[in-house]
């Protein structure tokens, strides 16, 4: 008995200490990848962009203590929907953010959307038809929910007023335990968001400030 009493008192709060100061995981998913091009418009391609803003974001994360950064796709890979989801499970990420532009067709006189944050709904705007994991529990789109509201109040705090939150059925943010949305930053086919897309300063600024949203959320 006094053995073990021994033992516990040593091995404790050394366990302690290692479960306190373990990084919480945030999976960043640069989206497409490879093969999948995503947008392409005037020889700008989408994958290049998400991948470009995603290394930002992580070294944004980096440099917040207590957080460590997956990035669910490193270089120009292809990628499966589920696999992304799946692989950002099995590192116990308690958030996962998939950067995206976005594919809209301007009218002559309609600009772009600005940046949007998609959490799991049905939309009224857009029914994908992807039907590759079934629809997350009720208790995880709300905690998404929370999430998408927080990273667009942190982006209009950041300079970014046009962030706005909306619901979809994409793929990867139905993962059923960990908090996810899908990030929409700009539009290729707006000369003035092309532009920004492509200006590091632009990135930056945009990367603290989802990193600074993601912060909030999981504070909470």
Known sequence: MNLLLVTMLLVS??????????????????GHGGRDFGVTFRGRMEKEATLALSRRLAEELRALPGLRPLLLR???????LVERVDKARAAGARALLSLHVDDRRLGSHQAGRGIVVY??????????????????????????????VLLARSLREGGFP????????YVIVKGEDV??????????RDPEEARRLSD???????????????EAFLER
């Open 13 to 30: 709060p050394a366990c302690a200490v290692e479960r306190s100061t373990a990084a919480v995981v945030v999976a960043v998913d640069p």
């Open 74 to 80: 490193e270089g120009d890979e292809y990628i499966g």
């Open 119 to 148: 959490f799991y709904g049905r939309s009224h705007e857009r029914l994908l038809r992807r039907l590759l994991l079934p629809a997350p529990p009720q208790a995880q789109v709300e905690a998404s929910r929370r999430l998408a």
């Open 162 to 169: 046009a962030a706005e939150v909306d619901r979809g059925q």
């Open 179 to 188: 908090p996810s949305v899908l990030v929409e930053f700009g539009n290729f």
């Open 200 to 214: 590091p300063a632009f990135q930056k600024r945009l990367a603290r400030a989802l990193a600074r949203g993601l």
